[in-house]
């Protein structure tokens, strides 16, 4: 019996040790175990991956909001400059309406003194001649009269002495007023002549500093206007960057927001003069209207509309471009009025009507103040709440809305 157990164990035991690993050779590494969030990195991104990811989104979302408020703030930047180059413009022609007007006070003044003058000299040389002959009758024409009066021989005589007494007396008072009257009419006259021409010289001092500060004015308009329209062409780039698209694309966007804006604006300006309406304080309009004329009113539109397209320009009364005031005072003389290329005298040379009263041809005014002395823009009425303007420097004659730079401050009628 054990002999045959025998072989039976050897061959178990070799059996046994053919599963068992040789000695000599090394384990082999066990797999490390993943978490089930953190995946192969060659497969999948990692949790740092995914987290770095969300804040450059974060921080690229960030920037294109602040990159859009920077754009916005350069708009209004824009606009802010443009208004203060117009006001600049207006002031400029505001001087020099002054400076015709103290001008034409300074020749009419000449005009009556020099009238004056050569009234004084004629009275002056009558009371030279009365003067003359009480010298030569070493008594006055009243004394020799009222001498022949007592030496009369009767009644006629009497009566014919009587009367010359009264005529010598009364030529000679008149002669004396006159001399005076006539010489302090002369020095009122000179005077006058005097203070006109002074005026005249402030009037041409006020002008060339309103030419040197619009002129500076407009220079550092245009130089801002380069530079914010670098800047936003740089903030464009940086904003398709940020979102991944294209500078054409985000100009398209940033224009339709403006747009957006703008028709926002329009709306709320409209709103604030149905408010204005409804509080009762509209500016009061005249007990008798000045006559509307359809056909002044035609002709002057019919020049507004020629001229769209032509730029705006400093002083300009065509016809390679005009201003805003000149665009006015140019229309209107088409339509038969004469008005001064200045804004704020263009409303004083017109009828004030309130904006329910609008008819095509009316003139719309804006000022910063409230006052219509400080009118600093001007623009054409079309009907339906659209307008023609010259806007600003830099930019062309357009027809635009009523509303598009607020709620206006006037209207009026030429």
Known sequence: MP????????????????????????????????????PDDEAYPSAEDVARAKAEADGKAADATDLEARLAAARTELDRIGQ??????????GALARLAKAQQAATAAAARAAIAEATRARAADRAAGLAAEMYRQGASPQLAALDALLGSRGP????????????????????????????????????????????????ADTVRTAKDAA???????????????????????????????????????????????QREAEEAARQAETDHAGTGRLHPAPEREQPWSAEGAASALAFARSVIGLPYIWGGEGPQGYDCSGLTMMAWRQGGKNLTHFAADQYAESTPVTYDRLRPGDLIFWTKTGRAADIYHVAIYLGDDQMIEAPRPGTAIKQASLWIMGRPDFYARP
């Open 156 to 203: 006629s005589e009497l009566s014919v002495q009587a009367a010359a007494v009264g005529v010598a007396g009364a030529q000679t008072r008149q002669i004396l007023d006159d001399a005076t009257s006539t010489a302090k009419a002369a020095a009122r006259a000179a005077a006058d002549t005097r203070r006109a021409e002074t005026a005249a010289r402030t009037a």
């Open 215 to 261: 002129q500076q004015r407009l220079a550092d308009q245009q130089r801002q206007v380069t530079e914010i329209g670098q800047r936003q062409n740089t903030l464009l780039a940086e904003l398709a960057a940020a979102r991944d698209t294209s500078v054409d694309l985000e100009r398209q966007r940033q224009d339709a927001l403006d747009e957006i804006a």
């Open 84 to 93: 203060a180059a117009e006001q600049a413009v207006e002031a400029y022609n």
């Open 3 to 38: 002999r045959r157990l025998l072989p039976a164990l050897l061959l178990a035991t070799a059996a046994l040790l053919t599963l068992l690993p040789a000695a000599s050779a090394p384990a082999a590494p066990v797999p490390a175990v993943r978490p089930a969030d953190d």
